[in-house]
């Protein structure tokens, strides 16, 4: 969608003093956040949200997910690699967090292309809206009715998504955030456009799904959804660029961006973000 036709209530209306403040009490409060995630990227997102502050936990099972999830700051549920028990504590956690007034983070992985996952994500959003939905372009438009992308990988632009987007935080009440080469995200009446991160960003497995545990972490801090959102994304994206500067290729790339991380001062990340 080119941004001249997005709807005249939309306009960006997140200070970066506001996702510095994010930023600061994510460091002190040192969130809980309960990672119902893919077992290919479980200990890279753990050190994203050591390296940042928060207290990761990775529990999968039915039995415990409830009760972790009434306790955590935050919940991210990553559809990645779900499986059949995965996805019952997935159900699990997200009675259990909304019940308690626990936000929980959807990442829709490969929706769309995969019937049985898409079935899940739907069925997941209509028993408890989550506070947001965070996935690649091709990812959002699966779920407003779309055919979803190249397995993970997204076949459109998060511009081309906005309609999809809004349509979805309408709905369910919820931010929906696209990611990209400028992530665009919305609640429905505001959009905000983040034109910040690396190339490298995508050559690391885990970025993007540590990105949904970013969202979970800021939005045990802050109430406002959107906020929460830019915050984690500012914060993945700015470090990006900081990490890029002294890595040779994707595989340094990985450990600095833990230490980009890590480093990341909040007045540092509110003068970085390059919002549209």
């Known amino acids: 969608m080119d941004p001249a036709s997005v ?24 969130p809980l956040v309960h990672c119902l995630t893919n077992v290919v990227v479980s200990q890279f997102t753990a050190n994203v949200l050591l390296a940042v502050g928060a207290a990761p936990a990775m529990v999968h099972s039915a039995e415990e997910a409830g009760a ?65 939905v965070r996935g690649n372009a091709s990812e959002i438009l699966a779920l407003d009715g779309g055919t979803g992308g190249r397995g993970v990988d997204s076949t459109d632009v998060p511009e081309a998504a906005l309609a999809a987007a809004d349509a ?38 885990g970025t993007g799904c540590s990105l949904g545990a970013l969202v979970a972490a800021c939005t045990a801090v802050t109430d406002d959804a959107l906020l929460a959102a830019t915050a984690a994304t500012g914060l993945l994206t700015v470090a990006a660029e900081d990490a890029a500067i002294r890595s040779a290729g994707p595989g340094t790339f990985a450990v600095a961006l833990i230490d980009a991380l ?10 970085g973000l390059n919002l549209r």
């Open 68 to 132: 972790l999830a009434r306790v955590a700051g935050g919940v991210l549920v990553n559809l990645g690699t779900v499986t059949s028990v995965t996805a019952e504590a997935m159900r699990v956690a997200v009675k259990e967090a909304a019940g308690a007034g626990r936000p929980w983070v959807l990442d829709p992985v490969a929706v769309g292309p995969l019937p049985w996952r898409t079935g899940l994500a739907h069925e997941l959003l209509e028993s408890a809206p989550p506070a947001v």
């Open 262 to 271: 890590h480093q990341l001062a909040p007045d540092r990340l509110a003068e």
């Open 7 to 30: 709807p005249a209530e939309h306009g960006t209306a997140v200070s970066r003093e506001a996702v510095g403040d994010v930023i600061a009490s994510l460091r002190t409060a040192a």
């Open 168 to 205: 979805l935080a309408r709905r369910y009440g919820c931010v929906v955030a696209v990611s990209g080469p400028v992530d665009v995200l919305t609640d429905g009446t505001r959009v905000v456009r983040l034109a910040n991160g690396h190339p490298l960003l995508p050559l690391v497995t």
